[in-house]
Each structure stands twice: as C-alpha cells, then as structure tokens.
C-alpha cells in the first residue's frame, strides 16, 4: 500500500506543516491538526508520505475495528466475546479519507443489507470512523462538509467512541484517530466547534524561494518518470525518521513540564484572548512531543513558543472594545468641546426635520386656536421653504462612501419546508428530489425510485411467516412494503438586497456602516453559494443595480461606486424589489428568496397622494402576505439623544425579521452558529 507513496523525506518545503504531523505522530493527545491554504501546495501529499512512516499496530486478528489486543477496555463487543482468543496480527496506521459527499451510514457504519437479504438478520457494516481507528482520518475541504457529518465526527473525536443507535442495531467500538483536515479559506470557514476540535493549526503557502520550486519540480519529475530508484534514494533518510518518531514516543512519558512555563502557556493564551481552556492543553501536550522530537530532557520555553503559533492561530480572537466613558451630566456640560456640541446640534436638527415629515396632514387643527390667520399661513410659508431647501440640497449633495471593515455575520436561513427542490449550496436546508444529501426519514409515497431498504425491510419483516417462501428466498417483498427515502441537504438561496441610497444614509457615516454589512452579507453569500440581486431607491426612484446573478464580485463592484443623495423613496424601493421577487418567482416556483432590506426606515418621496411613511408601510404589509419570501430589515439609524425607531416599525409593518448593524456581527465567543435566525 505504501510502497509507491511519494517519500515524506524527499518533500521541498512547508517545514511547519511537517512538523505538525510529526508532532500528532509522537503525541496523538494533542489533537490533530488543520492545514489551512490554496489549493496545490501538498497537503495532501504530506500527510500520506507521513503514514507511511508510522510504525505498525497490533491488532486482534480479523477484527474490522483494529482493537488493540493489550487494551483491554478498548476492546469491541465482538472482541470481548473472545476475549480469550490471543491471536493478532501487526498492520500500517491506515490514513482513511472522508468524501465530501459521504453519507451517514457511510461514516458511522450501519446495516449490512447484503448479509440482511441473504441471512434473514441483522449486521453491522463498518463505517470510516471504524477504518480511521488508530490511524488518520483525513478530511479534505473540511469546510464543506454537511452540517450532520460534522457532528458525528465531533461526538467521536471527542469521546474516542463511536456510539450507533440506529436500524435495530446498538454497537459501540473505539475510535481514535488523529484528525487532519484542509480548507481553502476563501470558500468559508469551519464551524466554530470542529475548529477548535483541531489541536493545531497551520497556513501554507506555496515556496517562494526560486531554487527550491526548480528542486521540487526535479524531484517530482524523477519520481514520476522512475519511481523506483527514487524511492531507494530516499529510504535511508525515511527510515530514520520513522525511526525517530518511535525513539520520541518511547520518550514521550518521561518529558515533564516545568512548573515556571505552564505559567508561560496561560499568559500567551491570555493575550490572545482565546477561548476555553483546550489552547492552553494541547500547547502542553504539543511541546512535550516536540521535546520528546529534539531529545530535550524537560520542556524548555523555546519548545512552548514554537508551538504556540501552531496552537493559537485558529483561537486567536479579538479583544473585546473598552466600554464608553459615561455620558457627562448635565452640570459638566461646559466641558464639551465645541466639536462634540455641533455633533449633538446636527443630529437634533436632522431629528427635527424627521419629525416634520411625520407630521401628520391635520396637525393645523391641532394648533392652539389663539393663532391667527396671518402667523398660520406665514408658518406654513416658512415650513415649505424650509422643506424646499432641504429638497435642494438632498438633490445637489451627491457623494461615493467607502466601504466600512467587513465582519462575520450570523448565519441566516429560511425555515425549512416539505417542498422537494433541486439545487446546491450552503446555507437553508430542504429536501431533495434527487438522490442526494442526508437520509432523514422514509416515506410510502413513491416517487423519486430511492429506496429505503432499511424502513423496507422493516415493514416486509411481520409478514413473512405468512408469506409463502418457496423460492428460497430470505426475505419476500410486496410492492405495498417499498419505502423510499426522504433526503435533504442544504441549498443556496436567492438574497435580495434593497439598499437605501438617499441622503440621509450620508448622516453620520451610516453608508460607511452600511456598505460593510453589506459586503460582509455578500462575502457570507458567496460562501454559501447564493444568487443575488440589488435594488436601490434615492431621489424619486428605484432601480435594479443588478438582477439575479451568481456573481458577488460584480455586486460588490457596484456597491463601492454606488451613489449616495436625494430623497428617500421607499415606497419605490418596496414596490421594484417585489417585482423582481415575483419574476424570479415564476422563474423558480420553488425558490427560497430573502429579501434583506438595508435602511433607516426614513422616506419623504410618495408614489402615491397619501403620505409617504404610510403608504410604505402599507406596501410592507402587503409584502408580508407572501409567505414564500423572508424578509429582513438591516437598521442604519444612528444611536443618538433621539431615535425613531423608524425601520424597526417597518419590520413589524412586514413581519420581518429586525436587526441592528452591529446586531449581524456573530459573536464568536458564543459560536456562530448560536446566532442561527
């Protein structure tokens, strides 16, 4: 099996990823480890040249679990039934690779339908975690795996077991493996709690030095043209590295750690802010392997510094803010300075113009009856030149914002359905018309010809002392016993994003803000694989900057030169975006749209003769009434002396969910995937 692997000695490069598996090699307690890096860098390259290097394991003879026969706890049930059988046999640490498409029953083992059909009873087929016992599991694209092999790769990882309840069968066997994965980082992150499962993690990065890439393409050439002599040329040097790493696991139990750097393991996790306490573990465990590597008698801070960078790199997290200072009482008010002062001027002034556009038509009834007819109409005079200047400016006063610093945003999905869809991606799960994704259930309806033998079986099996056998067959099956299987996966959706573009987004760098949630939802987007579209209203319009696309650089293209001024027609902005919604709807009768509507609830351009806030929120309502769309209201509005709350009515106008800017920011503290909405 390993005879034609490429030698781990003969590996140009990529120092730190070597020494990271070695280390997982001498001390498999640290955890594995998660490369991190662009695609043709050898990953996966190194981590098969490095098990061939791992010495061989005893096993219990025939045992597809690969108990080790002096452990005695450890054992299988099958294993413990003959406990007293003393026959075992030596083989190689396997690397076992988990397919990104690799069902449940795949992973975790289930029931051999074979052996079901042909023997009239129950077994159990090995899965990979089985396989993966004692040796490496190897996750390639970790960050793409579904949601429920995660879990059960977790579950393992953690307790060393593999518990199976499922079909009638209830086993538990070992398994512990040392878990290597790799991701690509532009195409998403890993869930927060797989991420911090691995124990190290390392960034590679294709060489740079030009001597060394010449030298890697010589070797790989002269490997591929004759293996053979290659392979010789390296075996000295393979063999004592495979010797090494046995030498460094003989010594590993007699390394001991100075109480002084466990002091120095808590400060460095200290400062960067990680989270829990597993950093400061596996940096432990991490530098007695690599003590144990070098031969140093007792762990120095030398060994615990070079280890920490691997340690820490996925756990970094950013400090959190200091609180603002409190807010001066009135008594020290003359202490503001005059910057300060006109900041609270302008945002009262924006305030009260805001309120005047709130005003309601029979606010002159509302006056006190004392004022006479001259101070009425030279009111009303001064009111509307007050709203024709404010007019003029909002249409003269154009500008471009840049783009804020992007975040991690909250996962959102759209609630799941009993609808069958076809499709791709990452983000809202549904179930599946074709035979793809996670079995989840069976059902009698028969229409997809994915047959659910278990759930089949299951319903032949009460019958069949009634039913004649002469065929000789185990099992007889009626066409009323077929089930079939009810699968679901996760899909991308279709976001439509409604962006504010009017002047007052210009208030107070609100569009700065703006357009980095904005950017950060498309980032988000991108990877979950969704199409998008972008709507946008200002002056006395809105338009379609883009219609549905999978293309989120062109999205963000347009959202950096996206205009900023005039009016705020919401309205418009209300009625174009459903009327994208509702083609794209006829499009795909079973599309999944989210409409994320990104303002501050602000609008002083009707399309009609009502008001315009009214009239939006009429439209809103309408809007809601169409529960195939999700719905999403991004408040911009500025935390002041006053607010409005103007787009938090506008979600309740349109059952929407609400949020605040900072509010889409996922907490890492609590895991992303705790802000699910």
């Known amino acids: 099996m390993y005879n034609n692997i490429y030698p781990f000695a003969a590996i140009v490069g990529q120092e730190q990823l070597k020494l990271s598996l070695i280390l997982n090699a001498i001390n498999p307690a640290i955890g594995g480890v998660l490369i991190r890096g662009e695609k043709g860098t050898a990953k996966s390259t190194i981590v098969r040249a490095l098990a ?38 030596w083989q190689r640490a396997r690397v ?32 990979l975690l089985a396989k993966a016992h004692r040796g490496i599991l190897y996750v390639d694209e970790v960050n793409l795996l579904d949601d429920h092999i995660v879990d059960i790769i977790l579950d393992t990882a953690a307790s060393g077991q593999n518990i199976i309840e499922r079909e009638g069968i209830s086993f538990i066997h070992s398994a512990s493996f040392i878990l290597v994965g790799t991701m690509n980082p532009e195409e998403g992150e890993l869930r927060p709690q797989l991420l911090d499962r691995f124990g190290l993690c390392v960034e590679v990065h294709a ?36 010797a090494r790493i046995i030498e460094a696991r003989q010594r590993l139990a007699s390394i001991c750690m100075p109480d002084h750097l466990r002091s120095l393991c808590a400060q460095l996790c200290i400062e960067n802010n990680v989270a829990g306490h597993r950093a400061d573990l596996v940096m432990e465990q991490a530098a007695k392997a690599l003590a144990a590597w070098r031969e140093h008698p007792e762990i120095t801070a030398e060994d615990i510094r070079e280890v ?75 009111s509307n030149q007050e709203e024709k200047e404010q007019n003029r400016r909002e249409d003269v006063l154009e500008q471009i914002f840049k783009v804020g610093d992007t975040f991690k945003v909250k996962k959102i999905t759209a609630p799941k359905d009993r609808v069958l869809r076809r499709g791709s991606g990452r983000r809202s799960r549904s179930r599946i018309s074709r ?38 067959l185990a099992v007889i099956l009626r066409a009323e016993d077929i089930r079939e299987k009810i699968r679901e996966k996760r899909i991308g959706n279709f976001l439509l994003f409604v962006v504010d573009a009017s002047g007052s987004m210009g208030a107070k760098g609100r569009m700065v803000a703006s357009k980095a949630a904005i950017m950060s939802l498309l980032l988000d987007a991108y990877q979950k694989r969704d199409r998008i579209a972008m709507v946008s209203f200002r002056k006395k319009e809105a338009v379609v900057n883009l219609p549905p696309t999978s293309s989120i650089e062109l999205a963000a293209g347009l959202l950096r030169e996206m205009p900023v001024g005039g009016r705020t027609p919401l309205s418009a902005g209300l009625v174009k975006s459903y009327e994208v919604l509702r083609n794209y709807l006829m499009r795909e009768p079973n599309a999944r749209p989210i409409m994320i509507i990104v303002t501050d609830g602000k609008s002083n351009a009707a399309l009609g003769e009502k008001k315009p806030l009214e009239e939006a929120w009429e439209f809103a309502a309408r809007l809601s009434l ?42 890492t503290l609590l895991n992303i995937v705790k802000g699910e909405v």
């Open 52 to 89: 061939a290097l791992l010495p061989k394991i005893k096993v219990k003879a025939g045992c597809p679990y690969s108990c080790d026969p002096d452990d005695d706890f450890g054992l299988c049930d099958s294993c413990r039934q003959h406990f007293h059988d003393n026959q075992a046999t």
């Open 96 to 127: 076992i690779t988990l397919p990104l498409n690799a069902t449940e029953d795949r992973v975790a083992g289930g029931i051999d339908f074979d052996l079901a059909v042909k023997k009239g009873a129950m077994f159990l087929q090995p899965g």
């Open 207 to 242: 060489v740079g030095d030009k001597e060394k890439r010449i030298l890697m393409m010589e070797r790989r050439e002269s490997y591929d043209t004759n293996p053979v002599p290659f392979l010789k040329r390296f075996k000295n040097k393979n063999s004592k590295i495979a």
């Open 308 to 382: 920490a960078m691997m340690a820490l790199l996925h756990r970094i997290r950013e400090a959190a803010p200091p609180p603002p200072p409190p807010h001066p009482d009135q008594d020290h008010n003359h202490d503001d300075s005059p910057e300060d002062n006109q900041e609270e001027e302008d945002q009262k002034n924006e305030d009260q113009q805001s309120e005047k556009s709130k005003e309601p038509q029979d606010a002159k009834d509302s006056r006190p009856e004392e004022m006479s007819p001259s101070e009425e109409n030279e009111e009303d005079a001064e």
């Open 435 to 472: 035979k793809q994704g996670r079995y989840v259930k069976s059902t009698m309806n028969q229409n997809t010809g994915d047959v659910a033998m278990d759930a089949t079986l299951r319903a032949a099996a009460p019958y069949q002392l009634q039913r004649k056998n002469g065929n000789g």
């Open 626 to 667: 169409d529960e195939r769309i999700r719905f999403i209201v991004v408040d911009t509005e500025s935390q002041g002396l006053v607010n409005f709350g103007l787009a938090h009515q506008l979600a309740g106008a349109m059952s929407a969910q609400y949020f605040k800017i900072e509010d889409l920011k996922a907490d």
